[in-house]
Structures are given as C-alpha cells and as structure tokens.
C-alpha cells in the first residue's frame, strides 16, 4: 500500500502526529480513507505553534467525532486536527447558569454536566452525538433549539496560528440552519454556553433519559450512520413537501441499498453502513435518492452530511 504524501518539513509537536492516519475509525459511518497526516494536539499552545509554522499552503481539516461526515474513499488530503483526550473533553461549570467547556467535550457530556450543576437549557445536546467543536460548526439542534441558542463565547485558532475569540463582546459569529460562516480551517478551541434557569440535577438528568430514550425509539442510534442525510427542504410547498423523510419516504426509497450502504428502514433520512460499504455506495445511494426524490416530487434535497476529502486513493 502506498501511503498518501506527507506534507515536507512539518513542525515539531507535543501532541501525536500520525502520517497516513486511517480516519474510517474516527468516524460514525466507519468509511473513507486516511489524511496524509492527523495531528492530536496537546494543548491550545501546540496546536497553536503548530498551525504557524505549517507551510500555509498546506490543507487543514478539524475533525470532531466524525457524527456528520462522509470522509471519502481516497482521505483527507493535509493535515486533519482532532481535539482528543482527557485535556480536550474538561468542562466546568463557571457559575450558577454557565459552563466552560474544551471542544473535544462531547455534547451529551455538556448536558449531563449542565444536570450535575442545576442548569436547565442544555438538556436538548443530549441528543446530538458529536463534540462541542462539530457542534459550533454545524450549529447543531434538535427539539427546538440550537447550539447557537445556548452559545456565549467561543475561542478558537485560525489557520495561520492566531488565537480568536466571538463573541462576549468580540465579533459575532452568523449562524444559520446547521452551518455558520467560521472559515472551514479555524480550530473551535473551547465555549462558554448559558442555561436558562437553574433545577434540580435529577430532574434534568431523567429528563435527558427520557430524550434519549424517544431518539433509541426513533432512529436507528446504534448503527453506523451520520445523522439526517438531508436537510428538509425550504419552503413553498405542503408540509409533506418540507418533510425530508416523508419525500423519501414517498418516492420508495426506504430501505433502499447500493453496495453495502442502506436507506434506513427504521428512518428514511438516515443512511446506514451495513457493514461492508464504501464511501462510495453511501455517497452513490444518497444522489439515488436524489434523483428518485426530484422525480416523484420535484423537490431537490440538499445534502446535511458533509462530504469530504478525495474520491480515489492516491
Ligand atoms: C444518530 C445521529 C443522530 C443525530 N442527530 C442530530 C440532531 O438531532 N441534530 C443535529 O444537529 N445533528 C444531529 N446529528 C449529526 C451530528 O451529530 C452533528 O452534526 C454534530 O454536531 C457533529 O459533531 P461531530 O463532532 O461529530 O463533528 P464531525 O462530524 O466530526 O464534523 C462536522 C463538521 O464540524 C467540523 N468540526 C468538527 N470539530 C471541529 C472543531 N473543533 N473546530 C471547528 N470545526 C470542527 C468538521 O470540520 C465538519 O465540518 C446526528 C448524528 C447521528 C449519527
């Protein structure tokens, strides 16, 4: 096997830097090949020197638990960053309403700590399987609210090895449905997220139970998928029209399969790894549905999982 070039000269770390990682197990689908090299940074001072003294023409992707991705079958080209460990996942609580938390933190680890403290209003990140850091990325929600909601600074690391804050008084950040307009390469390093009222832990922690039972129920959590596959379409149209799953649904896809991926038959939106798929069979069976959707309806479904890297191993 040949591995993927490495970018030359790159610069000393504290943490691990691993040429020619594979990413398939870093991800929820467990598909696609490996960057040329993924670096696990120490500390925000490694990541920091790092990215400055990396040749800036070189490509850098920050990865987070890989719960909305379809890393390609040829890999990541660059360097992929992921915010791993003990150091990465602390969160704490600053006062009686607010958390710190590093981005490596996994948002059910935020809900659950939000429990612990007597904060309401994070609870809905317990249904969100991924980090804090995808979560900022994709402003990520479910049952009414979104990270963008609960958010009240963010730090980061730019591409050339900067430190940045948003805002808590700095520039704010846009956010829209499931995206926000932070360059693709900037680091999201820690958060400062807000409750909106105070409890008592036991309460909130059964009430986070109680959502995590209704997703089990609903969608297919123990499998290898990466989420909505698409998002629901804006309007005009009847509410069936705006129904990503109903359109699916409708156009006979449930259960669909090409090569080793599958349309969920427990929830039409959700695309599954049987076992043996390829980023390929997924990306090939979500544009098949696509085109199914856009001929029974003629409504265009736009892609939520992102898709990443190249097609071919190099
Ligand atoms: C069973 C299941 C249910 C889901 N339900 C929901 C839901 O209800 N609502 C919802 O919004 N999503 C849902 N998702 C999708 C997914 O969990 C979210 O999008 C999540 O926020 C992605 O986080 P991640 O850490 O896995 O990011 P990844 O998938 O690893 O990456 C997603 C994006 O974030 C970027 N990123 C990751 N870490 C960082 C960082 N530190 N700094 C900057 N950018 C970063 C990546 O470059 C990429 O662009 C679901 C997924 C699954 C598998």
Redesign the pocket.
Known sequence: MTLPTLPPDLPEVRGKLIPGAELAP???FRVGGPADALFLPADEEDLAAFLKALDPAVPV?????????IVRDGGIPGIV???MGKYWGEIEATDGLTLSAR??A??LAAARAAAANGITGLEFLS?????????????????GR??KDVLVRLE?ITRAGARQVYGDGHAPVAFSY?HTD?P?D????RLVLRGTGTGEPDKIAAAITALQAR?AET???K?K????TFANPDPPGTPDQRSAWKLIDAAGCRGLKVGGAQVSPLHCN?LINTGEATAADLEALGELVRARVLETSGVELRW???R?GRVQRV
């Open positions: 870093y991800t929820w992707t920050p990865l987070g638990v890989g719960s909305n991705l960053i992921r915010l981005a490596g996994l948002d249904g969100i399987p991924g980090s804090l850091g995808g979560a900022t990325r994709t402003n990520a929600g479910c049952y979104e990270l980061g499931r932070l693709s900037f680091i999201v390093t997703r969608q297919p959590i499998e998928t990466s989420g909505s959700f939520e999982v992102r990443m």
